[in-house]
């Protein structure tokens, strides 16, 4: 006998109307931890940057060596609104095209931003 599909059988790939698999519950909570991470981290950074930069005093040290610390503050800042920026993105649960804009941004300006 051949038999149809089943009515009231539950599909294991549901999938949200944009086309898009819906994240888990669990798949947000490791998104919005590994986020907050990597915000504190970048934000703690930050603050220690900008304290040592402000601190210093001409006599001190070279005006190169307060530059690249107010530059590497202003770096960590910038890295901090990018790792939220992922985070949310991460958490649509729609087209992923927040994330990766964020993400690229993310790359490009820790590589040129650090390893300058």
């Known amino acids: 006998f051949a038999q149809g599909p089943r009515v009231n059988q539950l599909s294991t790939n549901r999938v949200s109307e944009t086309g898009i698999m819906a994240l888990n ?42 530059w690249w610390l107010g530059f590497s503050a202003i770096v960590c800042a910038i890295e901090t609104v990018f790792a939220c920026g992922m985070m949310l993105g991460g958490l649509w649960d729609g087209p992923r095209v927040l994330f990766w804009i964020f993400w690229v941004l993310h790359a490009v300006v820790a590589v040129f931003g650090h390893t300058v």
């Open 25 to 66: 519950t669990w798949s947000k909570l490791t998104i919005v931890g590994i986020g907050f991470m990597m915000m504190i981290q970048n934000y703690s950074f930050f603050l220690a940057y900008w304290d040592i930069y402000l601190q210093l005093t001409s006599e001190e040290a070279s005006s190169d060596t307060a």
